[in-house]
């Protein structure tokens, strides 16, 4: 009697689940699903963390209107930043904080915390995660809005082949974000050298040093400055022409040390350098 009992209900329920149940998204149709249901479900209207978006590396964006108080308190940021803005990704750190660097010039918001991961999705190099303090929460949401969307510029030279990737940002102005991640002077040109593996990434930044009239910020390698990362990473700073020079040797240096695996480290967008 009992089972009949419970058949009868999991028949119905399992009736009214799938009158329910939408068809499946198209793989066309899936990153725009996910955006519109997420950004339903965590409108600020209804609470206080709204998804804003995705980008390159498995980067999300999102923003939480009013910081839980005891939460606020462990960050240690200052009190008026209720607002954070977050980016979060799985692959790359670079694109990100340049990226960043970009939306903090754009809007009226602060770095208020940036940390590198040991991720790449298994592969030599980090993930990152970045937040944004913001008094407003329009603020934070625009910043990251900014940021994201300036992640298919960063991402330009990029390389990357089986055998590891390749990595150079530039800017003619750097600001917060690089300031805070790599201790880039406000307002200066700035460059950035990543390799992997290290050893490639090492020959690379010498070639840059040698190449132009820069001065060398910092120094990362995989037991110095990275988590344990298999990169060889250095920032540096000088006028607008030395930096991209010392860029451009080096990424010449790179992409012909690193295509001797026997496949050439390629981009799938398009450079900015």
């Not at 209900?9 to 009736?15: F, G, L, P, R, S």
């Not at 209107?65 to 606020?72: I, K, T």
Request: with cysteine; hydrophobic share 40%; glycine share 12%.
């Amino acid at each position: 009697m009992e089972q009949d009992v419970m058949k009868k209900v999991m028949d119905e329920v399992m009736k009214r689940l799938g009158e329910g149940a939408a068809p499946a998204a198209a793989p066309a149709q899936e990153s725009k699903a996910v955006e519109e249901s997420c950004g339903s479900f965590c409108s600020p209207s209804v609470g206080v963390t709204e998804f804003v978006g995705l980008a390159r590396g498995h980067t999300i964006g999102l923003v939480i209107a009013n910081v839980e108080s005891s939460l606020h308190e462990k960050l240690g940021i200052d009190p008026k930043y209720r607002s954070i803005g977050i980016i979060s990704d799985r692959i790359g750190a670079g694109p990100q904080i340049m990226a960043a660097d970009e939306a903090v010039k754009a809007t009226n918001t602060e770095i208020v915390a940036l940390e590198l991961c040991r991720d790449t999705e298994g592969g030599a190099g980090h993930g990152c995660l970045i937040l944004f303090g913001a008094e407003d929460v329009s603020d934070a949401r625009r910043a990251v809005e900014v940021a994201l969307k300036d992640l298919d510029r960063t991402f330009g030279d990029v390389y990357g082949c089986a055998a590891g990737h390749l990595e150079f940002q530039y800017t003619a102005r750097a600001s917060d974000a690089l300031n805070k991640a790599f201790g880039a002077p406000v307002g200066r040109a700035f460059g950035l050298i990543v390799g992997a593996p290290a050893g490639i990434g090492f020959v690379m930044s010498d070639t840059a040093l040698k190449a132009a009239e820069v001065e060398l910020l910092a120094y990362s390698s995989p037991g110095q400055g990275t988590c344990w990362t298999n990169e060889c990473i250095i920032a540096f700073t000088g006028d607008s022409g030395a930096v991209r020079q010392a860029i451009i040797a080096a990424r010449e240096m790179g992409q012909k040390l690193l295509g001797v695996f026997g496949e050439a480290p390629a981009t799938d967008t398009t450079p900015y350098i």
